[in-house]
């Protein structure tokens, strides 16, 4: 079994930053793409920022510049640091990871969602 553990969202000003953390752990044997998704009230799930195992990124267009999507393998953590942040930011965020576990099956999991609150 393997778990998500997301943490780092809050309310934060227009300007301000905040660094997301999600953590998997359980039976992993590897971990390919890791990513951030988000959604706002009334929209629909969106990607924000996606990374590879060897570390290429992909990134939204809107947060291209603003955020940096990174990961520790040796942790299987993914973070989301978020810089000058907008209150067309503020949404539900949720981790996405694709897994191989120990017993060599592909599973796609999702945490919780961490609230991000951009507002003065």
Same mark, same amino acid.
């Given at each position: 079994?393997?778990?998500?553990?997301?943490?780092?969202?809050?309310?934060? =000003?227009?300007? %301000?930053?905040? @660094?997301?953390?999600? $953590?998997?752990?359980?039976?992993?044997? &590897?971990?390919?793409?890791? +990513?951030?998704?988000? =959604?706002?009230? %009334?929209?629909? @799930?969106?990607?924000? $920022?996606?990374?590879?195992?060897?570390? &290429?990124?992909?990134?939204? +267009?809107?947060?291209?510049?603003?955020?940096?999507?990174? @990961?520790?393998?040796?942790?299987?953590?993914?973070?989301?640091?978020?810089?000058?942040?907008?209150?067309?930011?503020?949404?539900?965020?949720?981790?996405?990871?694709?897994?191989?576990?120990?017993?060599?099956?592909?599973?796609?999991?999702?945490?919780?969602?961490?609230?991000?609150?951009?507002?003065?």
């Amino acid at each position: 079994q393997v778990q998500l553990v997301e943490s780092g969202g809050g309310l934060v =000003q227009p300007g %301000g930053s905040l @660094r997301l953390s999600c $953590a998997a752990s359980g039976s992993i044997f &590897s971990i390919n793409v890791m +990513a951030w998704y988000r =959604q706002a009230p %009334g929209k629909e @799930r969106e990607m924000v $920022a996606r990374i590879f195992t060897g570390g &290429s990124t992909y990134y939204a +267009a809107s947060v291209k510049g603003r955020f940096t999507i990174s @990961r520790d393998n040796a942790k299987n953590t993914v973070y989301l640091q978020m810089n000058s942040l907008k209150p067309e930011d503020t949404a539900v965020y949720y981790c996405n990871v694709h897994v191989i576990t120990q017993t060599f099956e592909g599973m796609e999991l999702w945490g919780k969602g961490t609230l991000v609150t951009v507002s003065s």
